[in-house]
């Protein structure tokens, strides 16, 4: 029974990183169907932030009945605390990939065109925010609490494009970008930058739980950020005998990320699974 209780841990760890990856490939269709007006790209990207919050209201449920039903104990407990915490954020995400992508279809759908300023801010936007994700991802796999301070700074990165946005939009004469009528749907076109912010938000937020799951501490983002590294790893606790954290094996679940947007350590990982494959 106890291996069956193991077994499910790991399964819904790595169900929890598998939508992270399905939510950062989702991004991307998202904001390419944003800047290249492609309406079926964004409503395939739509379709994937339903069955990704499908997945996500699957896992939860899962999570919760191991906690009626297994009544788990210290580490295990605060793993399933940890999966239940990231998988809401996640869904925070999702929806805010599903904005983006009607975004998409409404830029088409009454003919919006962006000054080239504006959609280069946004695909320069995005690119801070791939980055985020794929570090968040590694800081998920490789339970690197060393990588919270980098993290921080990488949403500096985006948060500052997102300012420029603004800026530059508010700079812009509106009658030039659209009449009153439209008015409405440009304003929420451009809201893709204010999407990108905040997803990178959620994102770190959602990194910075893998505290809580190897310290048992519930320290704040600031006193994360200010701990340095030899700090951290004291404060870590032994895991249970439930909780297997293996990062070579929990990288086949994040396996489909593009290597340069996750670092080092987890791009490492995905290119051994890579050979390992090949080689079959």
């Known amino acids: 029974m106890r291996k069956l209780f193991s077994r499910q841990l790991i399964e819904a760890r790595h169900e929890m990183l598998s939508i992270f ?7 991307h269709d998202a904001v390419n169907a944003f800047v290249a ?10 379709q994937a932030t339903l069955a990704i919050d499908a997945r996500s209201a699957n896992l939860e449920a899962v999570c919760y009945n191991l906690i009626a039903t297994q009544s788990p104990v210290a580490s295990d407990f605060r793993l399933l605390q940890t999966i ?18 009607r975004a998409a279809k409404r830029k088409v759908n009454n003919d919006i065109e962006l000054p080239a300023e504006l959609v280069d801010l946004i695909q320069r936007e ?14 998920l796999v490789n339970n690197d609490l060393a990588a919270m301070a980098d993290l921080a700074q990488r949403d500096d990165e985006v948060h500052e494009v997102y300012e420029r946005f603004f800026r ?5 004469d ?14 929420r076109v451009i809201m893709v930058s204010r999407y990108l912010d905040r997803i990178a938000a959620i994102s770190i937020d959602a990194a910075f739980r893998i505290a809580f ?24 606790i032994p895991s249970g005998e439930g909780v297997t954290l293996d990062p070579a094996r929990d990288a086949r679940a994040v396996a489909s990320l593009a290597p340069d947007e996750v670092g080092g350590k987890l791009a490492s990982l995905i290119r051994e699974i890579e050979s390992e494959d090949g080689g079959e």
């Open 21 to 27: 990856e399905a939510i950062d490939l989702t991004l």
């Open 37 to 46: 007006d492609d309406k079926e790209l964004a409503r395939r990207a739509q």
């Open 84 to 101: 239940i915490y990231v998988n809401f954020n996640l869904q925070r995400m999702s929806d805010k990939v599903r904005r983006i992508a």
């Open 126 to 139: 995005s690119e801070c925010v791939y980055r985020v994700l794929g570090a968040s991802a590694s800081t």
């Open 168 to 172: 530059t939009y508010n700079r812009m």
């Open 174 to 187: 509106a009658e030039e970008l659209a009449d009153d009528a439209s008015l409405d749907d440009l304003r």
């Open 213 to 236: 799951l190897l310290t048992g501490q519930r320290w704040s983002v600031a006193d994360l950020i200010e701990a340095d590294e030899d700090e951290l790893e004291s404060m870590r």
